[in-house]
């Protein structure tokens, strides 16, 4: 018995002692520590760290589960994902960073192209400027984008190895050293195709375009929906956006300050712009630019129609209308050589018979004849006058050379004729305006729709507003289902929230199959009660009312006939003339004696001194 005791007592002893080391690394073991020191939480989030920053670096890489068949995985095609303009590894995608560029203090306000010459040449900045924070972020962000482009593009290749001959903290030899691995003919090949200037030229009118690989299945291509690309603003080809053309126009010299819904009016209007602002440069670049959207735009919404016939047709029509001088905006700029006097190019001396009656014509018209016949625009009302009254009896060669302006050699004649001289430039833009007219007559229901859409637009609130945007985001996620079947519907009933046809119940519920017109909102129909009683307070009936000047208040409520609501209006007018206070009448006056008077009787009163 004393020995069982004596050794369990030993062998306590030993435990308390702890000789094995047991109880020191279970403790340890509670507080994260192992047996040689180390701290296991700091060790498993450095290794979360290192994972994370593996996966940013690494998007495309592929996250390995325990369970996974490795031999099934090595037997896989690796899937590496590049940017459309890195073209499957050919060339250098370096937009982002040539923005951090230019946008930098040690940087430069150049072109994409010019930045491909010298993003290569750390060298050439100032050491003043490399000590700077942006600097240091901007050279890591390029060394990593072009690290992540060589393993992508040459994962046989130990980076890790080239790099431990390299300095680490020398970013500048590091890319150095990069670039030389990828090598120059990656940078010649992305060069050349920079400066192909009909590819840049078309992709920049087709941005929806795309890039086709030679090793592209074009049969599958063939098979695939195509992509268009609208702007919001022109909500998938429905309306048209010409805001920037609207900013182009109010700052320029031939357009006016007006409100966007008036330019919609007037930008299809080119002859109203007299002829003096369409010679100008910047009315041409203007008309080219318009030009050029409206053929963007048309290209996209009807894609089947052969624009270059209708622009040939437009073409033979206009040269035939300009050698006749019947261009609208532009009579008699292309007449061939005729018998046309030359006063009659602006005025018909024939009516005149003194020079004074030919001053009363006005400054402005005697300076354009003058300028039509090449004669000096100068001086006084009547020595203008004078001068043009020298060619109704003496022709143009015989006059003397003092009167023609400077530089003219005078008009041409043939017998008492005069040949104008028509522009190339005068030309060009007579036949801008000619197809851009033409387009406008084959987008005429979208220019009509937008005009409506932009007035809308200023009736609404904003929470209409917000409303609307949410109905059309459904409508276009609705829309998108092009693979669901057709929803049987033999009913023609409503559809619910869901895209599907309303319960008949809940259609005879609402009273939907009932129809209400209202004249004010130009016999637009409503569909059921609830929508009849709402549309008072829309934008389409609270516009009717604006336009027949009658406030949308709620006695007009019910109301939709035109008539009805004019009776009203003048009822309620009559009614407030009736209601109004009137002084003469209802003012009060008290005498000495305490008789009490309106104004008008004690006005009477004491004017008479009977008061």
């Avoid at 109704?392 to 104008?420: C, I, M, V, W, Y």
């Avoid at 199959?513 to 609830?530: L, M």
């Amino acid at each position: 018995m004393m020995e069982q005791i004596t050794s369990s007592t030993n062998k306590l002893i030993e435990i308390y002692e702890d000789k094995d080391g047991a109880r020191k690394d279970e403790i340890a073991a509670l507080g994260g520590q192992t047996a040689t020191g180390t701290n296991v939480f700091s060790a498993f989030y450095d290794r979360l760290k290192e994972i994370r920053e593996y996966h940013r670096r690494h998007p495309a890489a592929r996250v390995l589960d325990a369970n996974d068949e490795y031999e099934q995985l090595l037997k896989e095609e690796p899937q590496i994902e590049f940017s459309g303009e890195e073209a499957v590894g050919r060339y250098l995608d370096l937009h982002e960073l040539f923005n951090d560029y230019i946008n930098s203090k040690f940087g430069e306000k150049i072109e994409y192209s010019a930045y491909l010459d010298v993003f290569s040449q750390p060298e050439k900045i100032s050491r003043k400027l490399k000590l700077t924070r942006q600097y240091q972020e901007y050279m890591q962000k390029l060394l990593e984008y072009l690290i992540y482009f060589f393993e992508r593009t040459e994962p046989l290749q130990d980076l890790d190895r080239i790099f431990s001959k390299v300095f680490a903290s020398e970013f500048r030899l590091i890319l150095l050293t990069t670039i030389a691995i990828i090598g120059k003919q990656s940078f010649l090949n992305f060069r050349t195709y920079i400066y192909e200037l009909e590819i840049r030229e078309y992709h920049r009118r087709h941005p929806a375009a795309r890039v086709l690989d030679a090793n592209d299945e074009y049969e599958q291509l063939l098979k695939e929906e195509p992509q268009i690309e609208f702007s919001g603003e022109e909500a998938v080809g429905r309306y048209l956006d010409l805001h920037e053309l609207f900013n182009d126009y109010i700052n320029s010299k031939f357009g006016e300050k007006i409100e966007y819904s008036a330019y919609l009016n007037v930008f299809s209007q080119p002859e109203k712009i007299s002829r003096k602002l369409k010679l100008t440069r910047q009315y041409q670049e203007y008309m080219q630019k318009l030009l050029e959207y409206l053929i963007y735009f048309f290209e996209r919404t009807e894609p089947l129609q052969d624009l270059d016939r209708i622009f040939s047709k437009v073409v033979t029509e206009f040269e035939e209308q300009w050698t006749n001088g019947k261009v609208e905006g532009w009579e008699n700029e292309g007449q061939e050589n005729g018998n046309i006097p030359a006063e009659h190019s602006a005025i018909d001396l024939d009516y005149y018979t003194a020079v004074e009656e030919l001053m009363e014509v006005g400054p402005e018209r005697l300076k354009e004849a003058l300028a039509a016949l090449g004669l000096k625009t100068g001086g006084t009302v009547q020595q203008r006058a004078e001068r043009l009254y020298l060619t109704k009896h003496t022709p143009l060669e015989k006059l003397d050379r003092k009167h023609f302006a400077k530089g003219s050699h005078g008009p041409q004649q043939n017998g008492n004729a005069l040949t104008p001289q028509p522009s190339a430039d005068a030309k060009e833009i007579a036949l801008i305006e000619a197809k851009f007219k033409r387009l406008c007559d084959l987008l005429q229901e979208i220019i009509v729709r937008t005009k409506e859409n932009v007035e809308k637009k200023q009736a609404l609130t904003y929470e209409e507003m917000e409303a609307e945007r949410d109905e059309e985001d459904v409508q276009a996620e609705s829309e998108s289902d092009d693979d669901e079947q057709q929803i049987y519907n033999p009913l023609k009933l409503p559809m619910g929230w869901d895209g599907k046809p309303i319960p008949y119940w809940l259609y005879k519920l609402h009273g939907l199959g009932q129809e209400f017109k209202c004249e004010i909102c130009g016999n637009h129909s409503y569909w059921g009660r609830r929508a009849y009683e709402r549309h008072f307070k829309e934008w389409r009936h609270q516009h009717g009312m604006r336009c027949l000047g009658i406030p949308n208040t709620k006695n007009f409520n019910e109301i939709t006939s035109i008539e009805e609501a004019k009776q009203l209006w003048e009822r309620i007018q009559e009614r407030q003339g009736l209601n109004k206070w009137r002084p003469d009448l209802e003012e009060e006056y008290e005498d000495q004696e305490g008789n009490i008077y309106n104004k008008k009787t004690y006005s009477d009163l004491q004017r008479q001194g009977l008061i």
